[in-house]
């Protein structure tokens, strides 16, 4: 008797942790799946457009669509697309993304490029531009930097507008920075040689 009491208790707490397991599990999938219908579809924005963070706008007029997503390489030496590529039209202004000091203005291998510096250590590149502005220089978000020069490798429009985001030497989805893009969850650390 005293053995099927005890069978009877296992038994029991048994089934009570893998209910309790499988409660968990569902939390857990209820979760990701609320997360992951947050998220934008790869590729760029979908439906309404969300409120800016922290005083950023799009760096063309208007809404440009995206034509090439952001598309990070798995290691910093390897190719991807380390920025978006908005559709243009050349000589269209080129605006601040945000509010910073320029911190490059000028041509890099024959193509104009501006960098801007903003608060928290972030810095958005434009290319190819013709630069309006000089190293130093305040700006707003929403003031003219510079002016859309027509092509861009890679981009099947005849000017794309190649808008960038850092942190330090960590390359992020520019799109984020407008409510948009896929969020990445980074290590506090990293290994230099990645």
């Known amino acids: 008797m005293d053995l099927l009491r005890r069978r009877a208790g296992r038994s029991g707490r048994s089934s009570r942790g893998r209910w309790i397991a499988a409660v968990v ?27 800016p963070r922290a005083g950023y706008q799009w760096p063309l007029p208007g809404t440009p669509a995206v034509v090439r997503a952001f598309d990070p390489p798995p ?15 050349a000589g269209v202004p080129v605006l601040a993304a945000g509010p910073g000091v320029v911190a490059f203005a ?4 024959g193509v104009g490029v501006i960098s801007i510096d903003h608060a928290g250590g972030l810095r958005t590149t ?9 190293v130093g220089d305040h700006v707003t ?3 003219r930097i510079g002016t859309l020069d027509a092509g861009h490798p ?6 794309c507008l190649h808008w960038g985001l850092r942190r330090g030497k960590q390359y992020l989805d520019p799109l984020v920075l407008l409510g948009f893009g896929r969020v990445r969850l980074l290590p506090l650390a990293t290994d230099p040689s990645t």
């Open 25 to 51: 599990a569902v939390a857990a999938l209820t979760v990701c799946g609320v997360l992951a219908a947050q998220q934008p579809a790869r590729g760029g924005p979908t439906g309404p457009a969300p409120a």
């Open 126 to 134: 434009y290319q190819p531009v013709r630069p309006l502005v000089h």
């Open 141 to 143: 978000a929403g003031e």
């Open 106 to 109: 000028g041509h890099v291998a």
């Open 154 to 159: 890679g981009c099947s429009r005849a000017a």
């Open 75 to 89: 290691k910093r030496w390897l190719p991807g697309h380390r920025g978006v590529d908005l559709a243009g039209t």
